[in-house]
């Protein structure tokens, strides 16, 4: 990746501003935290899968939200529990 000062007429700010932004784009910094220290294939694993979990989470309400936009479907409340 290169960046030059030419393009921003000398203005390093924005020039430092715009690689700040490509490094966090591309993931640069996500990755240095990941490698500060080592974390065994089990803590990986198991990251992964929450992360899959909040994922299909988030997904299932965005279908949902679009399903009562498109229809007026609306997911029926769960009724409470009765003791005995």
Known sequence: MEISTKKYKGNALRA???L???LSADGFYQ???AKEYFRSKAELRREAESKGK????KKQAKIMQKLEAESNFKQRPKSPKKLK
């Open 16 to 18: 430092y501003k715009v």
């Open 54 to 57: 909040i994922r299909a989470k």
């Open 31 to 33: 990755e240095l935290r």
């Open 20 to 22: 700040m932004r490509k």
